[in-house]
């Protein structure tokens, strides 16, 4: 792989230095999210959209609550994920890189895709008066798939006689492994002179902030053009392989990271002003009979959707700039090997749980949600109890069933644990 020279403020771009410090505020962050989710979808049950199980009553306000959280919710997963491919890809050539992926993403997502979502599809089933299936019997039909590219990343689809597959929540998991190995040629190029020299200039001309204004318009016009998905938390799929060559982008050079800290209050400001517009579309587009504000042409939905693009763009590099430490990049430091702390052990214990407890959570809550909606108990009370609960679930499953064996952190994507000088497998701390 070709190298460059370097600025002050860019890192080094080569290909034969493996990093000896892992980036623990990342990881901290990517957690905070993936846990997050565990709230967040635990309210999907008391929205009014569409969700596995329902409470009565849902609520509007939760709504518009879930649907400022998904602006930039998922996006900063995909962000954080581009960083990590500019890190990966310093001690790593493409085509191990390529392997690694299909590790650590592809052998979760077809695990997750026959074991965990189903039981949520037969939850959903199950709230139908009538409905009389056992799981065992739902089962088969649920695998009744046919393979096509006409939607892709998503390549498996179900039966139209039928319809009960799908990814379910790990649709992030496809879409991330799928961008991920696709984007590789248009950032070998950008590791090239020619790519740094470009980069260099953008750096350059990031301090005004119409510049990074100017970054949000490729998401609107991916949203106008191609519309939102809200199966996809409200971005078009294609929006997310641009979060995550933001992401990249972002680890090249320091000066993007200091202007995003810069104008963080500015960008916050305006995200959730243009937020406040977004609604004032979506409540013309929805209340126009036939009229789909996610996916039409009329002004209205074009309308949202635009600002909807910029609004999101905005307040995720806002949370990027307040973030502040959690987008520092720093070199590596050769530094005497210190005992581990417990701040670094619990660290590094939740990096390893990030995929595992996003692999399982949504069939956490769906099938404890199934069950504590029929208690005669305040709504409120009824969210906390899916919530906490399902995340002190979440938790003991990972805990106990998952990280202990060899076999079950490969099929949820981590690594081998660790070994002793006698041989003998460790369990990571």
């Known amino acids: 792989m070709t190298t460059g020279a370097t600025s002050p403020t ?41 969700f596995y199980v329902k409470n009565d009553p849902t609520s509007e306000a939760v709504t518009i609550a879930l649907f400022f959280m998904a602006l930039w919710g998922m996006p900063l997963l995909f962000v954080i994920a581009g960083t990590g491919m500019w890190y990966s890809l310093r001690s790593r050539s493409a085509g191990q890189f390529a392997r690694e992926r299909v590790r650590r993403l592809l052998v979760p997502l077809i695990f997750g895709v026959v074991v965990i979502v189903p039981p949520q599809v037969w939850t959903r089933l199950r709230g139908d008066a009538g409905y009389a299936e056992s799981f065992w019997e739902f089962l088969p039909r649920f695998f009744d798939v046919e393979f096509t590219m006409r939607s892709f990343p998503f390549v498996v689809w179900g039966d139209p006689a039928t319809g009960l597959f799908e990814t379910g929540h790990l649709w992030f998991v496809v879409v991330l492994f799928a961008y991920s190995l696709l984007l590789l040629p248009m950032i070998r190029l950008l590791r090239r002179p020619s790519g740094l020299r470009m980069i260099d200039r953008v750096a350059e001309s990031v301090d005004r902030w119409w510049v990074l204004l100017l970054a949000g318009i490729p998401f609107a016009a991916l949203d106008v053009v191609f519309g939102s998905e809200e199966g996809l938390a409200g971005w078009s799929r294609y929006s997310y392989a641009t979060f995550i060559l933001y992401g990249y982008l972002l680890a090249t ?177």
């Open 10 to 50: 860019r890192e080094p771009m080569t290909a034969g230095t493996r990093s000896s410090e892992r980036r623990r505020d990342l990881d901290l962050l990517r957690m905070l999210v993936v846990v997050g989710l565990v709230f967040f979808h635990s309210a999907r049950v008391f929205d009014t959209g569409s």
């Open 253 to 429: 050079d320091r000066r993007f990271r200091r202007a995003l800290q810069r104008f963080r209050t500015r960008n916050l400001v305006l995200g959730v002003a243009l937020f406040g517009v977004a609604g004032v579309f979506y409540n013309v587009a929805s209340n126009s009979p036939g009229v789909d504000p996610l996916a039409d042409f009329d002004l209205a939905s074009l309308g949202l959707r635009s600002v909807k693009g910029l609004s999101g763009w905005l307040t995720l590099a806002a949370i990027l700039g307040f973030a502040g430490g959690s987008t520092q990049t720093r070199l590596p430091r050769p530094e005497p090997k210190a005992a581990p702390t417990l701040v670094s052990r619990v660290t590094a214990y939740t990096a390893e749980a990030v995929l595992p407890i996003y692999v399982l959570h949504q069939t956490v809550i769906v099938l404890l949600a199934y069950y504590v909606v029929q208690w005669q108990i305040p709504s409120v009370a009824r969210y906390l109890v899916i919530s906490l609960v399902s995340l002190i679930v979440i938790l003991a499953i990972y805990d106990v069933a998952v990280r202990r064996t060899r076999l079950t952190r490969f099929v949820f994507g981590m690594k081998p644990p660790e070994r002793d000088r006698s041989g003998r497998g460790l369990i990571r701390s």
